[in-house]
């Protein structure tokens, strides 16, 4: 049973620029999460998925942050126009439909210059 | 809102000592259900227990040990006899329990743990 992983681990961009993240979840599971830790903070949620259906959105999340899951599997994160305060680790986790324990990937550490 | 407090910001004990990382949580939900991650210098979050809120016995899991107090909304996280590999930054968080709902978990900010030979 593989984890969840994302893709990719690392990523630095100017300020301003636009990026895009991977979440590959758990097969069997149906939902979907994503979070944001910035230093010193435990996650914060920010959006989530039953199947493809994107179901809630956190107001964290603003309207240059979208997330996509085509055909209920990998799930894609994009921000447009990077702004310095983007800079965080973007998690992403996924489990059972319900209020089942999740899984969390590696993650991917945003860095906005 | 739910809202979970982890007052102690960082300990440090020396090898095979025991520990307690205490959680205080908020919620005007009747039932809902706790986590306790943890997260090594790796950075993944590793899951290491659910309780929901009917159950408040006790859990024991080899080193590690769980206090649900729903009387004082607390639910403490003991490590017994700690070891170097327990260094790591544990999160307690706190979600809905109902099952049709956004299972979105709320954390605290996490304590960190080091563990020195």
């Known amino acids: 049973d593989t984890g969840v992983s994302q893709n990719p681990r690392h990523k630095i961009t100017k300020r301003g620029q636009n990026v895009t993240f991977r979440c590959d979840p758990i097969?069997?599971?149906?939902?979907l999460y994503w979070y944001r830790q910035t230093l010193g903070q435990g996650p914060e949620f920010l959006t989530y998925?039953?199947?493809?259906?994107?179901?809630?959105k956190s107001r964290l999340l603003s309207d240059r942050f979208s997330a996509e899951r085509p055909k209920g599997s990998f799930s894609t994160l994009e921000i447009q126009r990077t702004e310095q305060g983007d800079s965080a680790m973007y998690l992403c986790?996924?489990?059972?439909?319900?209020?089942?324990?999740?899984?969390f990937g590696p993650g991917t550490r945003l860095t906005v210059t | 809102a739910q809202k979970v407090t982890q007052a102690q910001t960082e300990i440090s004990v020396v090898e095979k000592e025991d520990v307690t990382l205490d959680c205080v949580y908020e919620?005007?939900?009747?039932?809902?259900?706790l986590f306790w991650y943890k997260q090594p210098p790796s950075g993944e979050l590793v899951f290491l227990i659910r309780r929901n809120s009917f159950d408040e016995q006790n859990e024991i899991s080899g080193r590690y040990s769980w206090n649900f107090q729903k009387s004082t909304s607390s639910f403490n996280f003991t490590i017994t006899a700690s070891q170097v590999v327990d260094s790591a930054v544990y999160f307690c968080?706190?979600?809905?329990?109902?099952?049709?709902?956004?299972?979105?978990?709320?954390f605290g900010k996490g304590i960190t743990l080091s563990v020195r030979p």
């Open positions: 998925f039953q199947n493809e259906a994107q179901l809630e």
């Open positions: 986790a996924s489990s059972r439909t319900g209020p089942h324990e999740q899984y």
């Open positions: 097969s069997e599971h149906n939902r």
């Open positions: 919620t005007r939900d009747t039932t809902y259900y």
């Open positions: 968080a706190l979600s809905e329990f109902n099952p049709g709902a956004n299972s979105k978990l709320t």
